[in-house]
């Protein structure tokens, strides 16, 4: 495998990637590398700096884009996967993913909640006061996040279906590290002719997911907020 081109954090804990960690390398088609060490992306000006950099570290020479020969890969800490085992890698690699980077602020509080949910578990086997228990826990939280999202892709995998905007929609909710995610949507009948068609419709998503859709009959002003 060539030197690939990986993101900042790992991709089966999303835990910040550091110089030098030792990483595997997954590229798109499941090839897996050996251990090597992480070296960030480092991003140039011009064809000066290219020249001072050692040629084994990936140069991307600019922000939009990059010029380089190496492959896309993702790169994952060796002991997240060793956790996910029998499940299919590319599988957790897929529910493990961001759609964009979370705020740190949003970032801590994800952090906070599977700390507690984690110290909740373990207080079927870990008879200890819940200070010590969040304490451990705080430890555990990547291998905590990889064994979670490697049993969720032992579930069946999500069905594409058609839903028409004619008809009335009915959605469905399910709950993800403490939030609510859109589920599914489907069409269901009604017993009236109150189903407005919605001229516009409206998602709402954050890093992980889609958290509600909007059906408007305008359309309307719309920002991004925390959450």
Same mark, same amino acid.
């Given at each position: 495998?060539?030197?690939?081109?990986?993101?900042?954090?790992? !991709?089966?804990?999303?835990?910040?990637?550091?110089?030098?960690?030792?990483?595997?390398?997954?590229?798109?088609?499941?090839?897996?590398?050996?251990?090597?060490?992480? #070296?960030?992306?480092?991003? =140039?000006?011009?064809?000066?700096? $290219?020249?001072?950099?050692?040629?084994?570290?990936? $140069?991307?020479?600019?922000? /939009?884009?990059?010029? #380089?020969?190496?492959? *896309? &890969?993702? &790169?994952? #800490?060796?002991?997240?996967?060793?956790?996910?085992? /029998?499940?299919?890698?590319?599988?957790?690699?897929?529910?493990?993913?961001?759609?964009?980077?979370?705020?740190?602020?949003? *970032?801590?509080?994800?952090?906070?909640?599977?700390? *507690?949910?984690?110290? @909740?578990?373990?207080?079927?086997?870990?008879?200890?006061?819940? *200070?010590?228990?969040?304490?451990?826990? !705080?430890?555990?939280?990547?291998?905590?996040? $990889?064994?979670? %999202?490697?049993?969720?892709?032992?579930?069946?995998?999500?069905? =594409?279906? %058609?839903?028409?905007?004619?008809?009335?929609?009915?959605?469905?909710?399910?709950?993800?590290? &403490?939030?609510?995610?859109?589920?599914?949507? @489907? %069409?269901?009948?009604?017993?009236? /002719?109150?189903?407005?068609?919605?001229? =516009?419709?409206?998602?709402?998503? /954050?890093?992980? !997911?889609?958290?509600?859709?909007?059906?408007?009959?305008?359309?309307?002003?719309? @920002?991004? =907020?925390?959450?």
């Amino acid at each position: 495998m060539p030197p690939p081109m990986l993101t900042e954090r790992c !991709g089966l804990c999303n835990f910040k990637l550091y110089r030098e960690d030792i990483i595997i390398a997954v590229k798109e088609d499941g090839e897996k590398s050996g251990p090597l060490p992480f #070296h960030p992306w480092t991003r =140039v000006a011009n064809d000066d700096e $290219v020249a001072q950099l050692d040629n084994e570290h990936p $140069v991307c020479p600019g922000l /939009d884009r990059c010029a #380089h020969p190496f492959e *896309e &890969g993702v &790169g994952c #800490h060796p002991s997240c996967v060793r956790i996910v085992d /029998d499940a299919p890698l590319d599988r957790v690699l897929q529910l493990s993913a961001w759609s964009f980077q979370p705020s740190p602020r949003l *970032e801590r509080a994800q952090h906070r909640w599977l700390r *507690e949910e984690l110290a @909740s578990r373990l207080g079927t086997s870990l008879p200890l006061p819940a *200070e010590l228990r969040r304490a451990v826990a !705080g430890y555990l939280i990547q291998e905590f996040v $990889v064994a979670k %999202n490697a049993s969720l892709s032992l579930c069946d995998r999500a069905a =594409v279906s %058609n839903v028409s905007v004619a008809s009335a929609i009915t959605e469905t909710y399910t709950t993800f590290e &403490g939030q609510r995610y859109l589920q599914s949507i @489907s %069409n269901a009948p009604v017993a009236d /002719d109150s189903w407005i068609t919605p001229k =516009v419709i409206y998602v709402a998503e /954050d890093h992980a !997911g889609i958290r509600q859709l909007i059906l408007a009959n305008d359309f309307i002003t719309v @920002s991004d =907020v925390p959450g």
